[in-house]
């Protein structure tokens, strides 16, 4: 399944600075959630401090997930079935001022 | 000892209110349109009615209240963060001829530039001046964070080496911005300074500051105007705001913030006062999610210390005797002097408070020679 | 580094520990004698006690308890302040967990030779709390348990004629309150909860209850513990079974790991919950009595009476989230009883409906 990932807001910081990346994921047996996502954002993507992006099987609290610019709220959080060629961005509100 | 206080599944379950309704509606609650952000505790909104709210919030703040003077000079503190960058959006806004209700003061940026403090980062100085200068047309004064300062006593060396915790290295960069912000602001006869402070960042640093014995200023920090000094005003017009929001507007509004790395950029959620505590309000809010509201509405219930004599490192009123509040360090005074006053070479007695007492006891006055 | 020596006595002995409250090395006769001068030097300061005056010992077998109990034994004949000191112990009726921290108290009795009362819930409300476990569940069981012990120990004071109750509470205790209030936005607790001492002639939000005040107020949990470990305090160690494990647990965690950051966090926060003034023009609840058991209480009926009420009728929620109308309809069914003390009044209703 082909994907956009963009990590805004100092969440790119963990990514090697890439603000965007295109994604291709397996194709499972299973349909693919956010929640499959972070787990393989966090084995394929993540290289250092991944406790700062993730934490437990969530994104660390204060970073905020938006499917095609919709708040992820609204979408089932971790349970929201990815469809091809979404767009995920995740902005960190936990840098600056 | 149990401390199960009376009301405590009360106040728990005013807490909660908002979690676990079941499914949020995917409609927006002013109008039928799909919504696409969750606002509040549990409000959907679509895009249009969220950017009306959002704005109008920033708008009422600022009106309500009446701070600004017709022409006033007003210096906005810009770090690049998405807070300020917002916020130097929506003011270019108001102060356009095209606004509805014009803002009518005149603005000035400044830019700290804090990246001779690191040594991997980019100059970031070209990016803003583009934005500021060439893009807004705003008068715009950047200071390096170790300005005026002697070749031989860097603030990088001071933070780095001879500042024992990260607590310690990011409350002196806290104060030190503010003094230069304060020093630009009245060098520029600007008599306001607005900063990006939000919501959900002040909460925190409610919490923070208490941890570090800072109790007698938190009024003063959340409230919409701080005049802690007494030529410069400080005023907070994002302190009803939630970091959420205002990463919801910069996105629907294509607004770029810099990515700068700062003093606790890549250190983890222990490694410090004001991390800790962020991490701990964040989970709290995922849980809970009104308790950024309620740090917020219970500091607002607070009365501002309005002592005459302020603290000479974080300029607010102090919170303890005069004499306990005087340095007897030569070299801690010295050290004050430098960082902080605008006469670095003067033998003034030095005076702070509670916390930033503590704080100094993490660091290091003088190098040693070899 | 050579080992290292205590840093109070010169170097006299070698270090046996180091004080959490100060980061420092300290021997263990140097560590005792601060620990006691600490608890002493607030005694004095904030004026604590008067001569000649009643002291209850709130004891519940618990490190903090025993460690009071001991200290205030100590200081009192050490710097004569001519105190009458008794125990008093709450009952609450959790098998397994009182019954041992009880036959502790008991034993502190015998060791510190000083009188001791208990009383049961099941005596002052009629329900122990493993009666009320079986009603409600665990999940609520710690409000009825606290509210009720609240009452308990002013009733206990009043039974016993002190003049003054002392409470275990230490430094980390308070720190944690004064956070949890500001997340919960609970600005006169907020006020309070910092107070040394709460209704005596100085708090004026209280009347005619008995005054509690806090000598380990300054005393870090940490210090307790080593204070009660070198001394070979008996105490009586296990966690309340049916203890929460709900919000306060992560504001306990915070403190931990802020302690851990920079060890003066705790007193830093005590210091700032100090320095707090409430706006005068936010409302505040207005203390006044219970119109059904005569104690304390922001509202015309009282938090305990409520869940009792509760209790009694079988539906043990009643107390618990919003009770603002039940209150009122308790208020004007009320209006014909009027005998003040609960206790009666609760068991002739009980009486009365089991005759229904």
Redesign the interface.
Known sequence: MHLTLEFAGGAELLFGKQKLQTIDLPDNNTSWTIRTLLIWIRENLLRERPELFIQGDSVRPGILVLVNDTDWELLDGLNYQLKENDNILFVSTLHGG | MCQINEEDDEAFQALKSGTNKGPISRKCVSCDQDACVVVRTADPMCRKCFEEFFIHKFRSTLSKSNVFGRGENVLLAYSGGSSSSALLHLIAEGLSVQARRRLQFQAQVAFIDESSLYSDVVSVREKVTDLITNRLQYPLHIVSIDDNLDKDDDFQQLLLERTKTLTAREELVRRRRLKLLFDIAIREKCTKLITGDNCTKLAAQILSDMAQGKGAHVALECNLTDSRNDLVTIVRPFREITSKEIAMYNRLNSIESLQNADISTMSGPQSSIFQLTETLVNDLQRQFPSTVSTIFRTSDKLEKNIRPERCDLCCCPLDINVDESLISDQNRQKLVHQLFTTSPNSNEPVHVCYACRRLLRDVQPNVQSH | MPSATCVSCNGQRPAALVRPKTSEPYCKQCFFDAFEREIHETIVKEQLFKPGETIAVAA?G?K??TVLAHVLKLLNERHSYGLKLVLLSIDEGITGYRDDSLETVKRNQQQYELPLIILTYKELYGWSMDEIVKAVGRK?N??F???F??QALDRGAMKLSVNKIA????AD?IA????M???????A??KRCTLIMTGDESDDSEGSIIPRCKPLKYAYEKEIVLYAFYKRLDYFSTE?LY??N???G?IRT?IK??ER??P??I???I??????????S?KMPVQRVCERCSYCSSMPIC?ACLLIEGLNKGVPKLG????ERYRKEMQKKDECCSDQSLCHCMKEKLTVNEHN
């Not at chain 3, 409470?167 to 230490?170: A, C, R, S, V, W």
């Open positions: 519940s618990g903090d308890s609520n710690c409000t348990c606290g509210v012990r609240r409470t275990g509470h230490n205790d944690e309150t004064i956070l209030n500001i997340l919960r936005g609970d600005i607790r907020l309340c203890s929460p709900a919000y306060r992560n915070y790991d802020l950051l920079r003066s966090s007193i830093d926060i210091h700032s919950g100090e320095q707090l003034l409430v706006k005068q936010t938090k618990i989230g919003k009770t």
